[in-house]
């Protein structure tokens, strides 16, 4: 008698564990993950205006938001969110809702290094994620150029998690 | 050494005359004899099979009510060997799979969102593999060389039923 773990994954969804996260999937936790970004901005911006009105109620004017400015800090909040996520817990926000994680080559959590060149990668080139839908393999250029993988994984967990390939072709 | 061999040719033959036909008759008494005496043989069996089933289990029962089952285990058997020799994790383990007990927990606790999350994560799955089925059918036609390969050729119209 062997001492299988018991799995809290649907019986539907256990032979999906560690497959490759298909493009739909993806663009759903992006999606996910940008309204977290937009809410962070948000946030920051009414938090600044808020600050501003504190120390000057009766001159306070909402400050104004110029393109670049915003942009610039939807990069640095997006970076440094994508970042963290990965170097931790390999998960986003939008990664968590959705059950998937990303992972090395051996399905190890990704080194911070290899997190933050994915998080610049993903900022500055994101169309390249759509790759993932016209790849036998699933892998967006940022997952061919630097050896990682998106996977489904419903569960929270530590350590590696087995990856299953596709074959490339 | 003549009126010897007399005697013992004589002894043969008498044994011969008796005992042939003895042999003979014991045959065909069995012959005839073996339905009736399979009839008794079942007869007896089943006879004494109810008798034990009467018998047996009241015996039984008045054995155990004199006895202290209980005492006599915990004095002559070593329970916590066999209980150490049982994987009860693994055992614990096939038992909550066969029953799927994460799958009563969730119908029992799990909240709408949480329902409703399960099935947004599987649609998305059956879209990607969707999309990855359309992608493999482009390749296919991509691979696909752009000029027919010699053959025969296939007359324009409808096909002639073969029937």
């Known amino acids: 008698m062997t001492a299988e773990p018991v799995s809290p994954v649907p019986r539907e969804a256990r032979g999906y564990q560690g497959e490759v996260a298909g493009l739909v999937t993806r663009m759903v936790g ?4 940008a309204g977290v970004v937009g809410l962070v901005l948000l946030l920051a911006w009414l938090g600044l205006n ?5 120390v000057d109620p009766r001159g306070f004017q909402f400050s104004g938001t110029s393109v670049l400015l915003t942009l610039t800090a939807a990069f640095v909040v997006l970076v440094v969110y994508l970042t963290a996520a990965w170097a931790t817990t390999g998960r986003t926000w939008g990664s968590h ?17 290899v997190a933050l060149l ?8 994101p169309i390249g994620l759509l790759w993932c839908g016209a790849n036998r393999s699933r892998r967006s250029v940022q997952d061919i150029v630097l050896r990682t993988s998106v996977v489904y994984d419903w569960v929270p967990r530590r350590g590696v998690t087995q990856v299953h390939v596709p074959p490339t072709g | 050494m ?14 011969a005359l008796v005992a042939v036909p003895v042999a003979v008759v014991g045959h065909r008494v069995r012959v005839l004899a073996e339905p009736a005496l399979a009839l008794v043989r079942d007869e007896v069996t089943r006879q004494l099979a109810e ?26 058997v070593d329970i916590e060997h066999i209980v150490e020799s049982i994987d009860l994790v693994a055992l614990t383990n ?15 606790t799990g909240s709408v969102a949480s329902e409703t999350l399960r099935g947004v994560r599987m649609q998305a799955i059956t879209a990607d593999d969707a999309v990855a089925r359309l992608g493999e059918r482009f390749r296919l036609r991509r691979a696909r060389p752009t000029t027919a390969p010699a053959g025969p050729v296939i007359p324009a119209g409808p096909v002639p039923d073969p029937l």
């Not at chain 1, 808020?50 to 504190?54: D, T, V």
């Not at chain 2, 061999?5 to 033959?13: I, K, S």
């Not at chain 2, 054995?63 to 209980?70: A, C, H």
């Open chain 1, 97 to 113: 809702v959705m059950g998937m994680r990303v992972v090395d080559r051996q399905g190890r959590r990704l080194r911070p290094a």
């Open chain 2, 94 to 108: 096939e038992i909550i799979a066969e029953i799927d007990l994460p799958e009563i927990i969730r119908q029992s």
């Open chain 2, 2 to 15: 003549r009126p010897l061999r007399f005697t013992a040719d004589l002894a043969l033959g008498t044994v």
């Open chain 1, 50 to 54: 808020g600050l501003k009105f504190m």
């Open chain 1, 30 to 33: 992006a999606g996910i993950d």
């Open chain 1, 118 to 125: 994915r998080a610049l990668f993903c900022a500055f080139f």
């Open chain 2, 51 to 76: 008798a034990l089933d009467v018998v047996v289990p009241a015996a039984v029962a008045q054995v155990l009510q004199r006895l202290d089952l209980t005492k006599l285990v915990e004095d002559n």
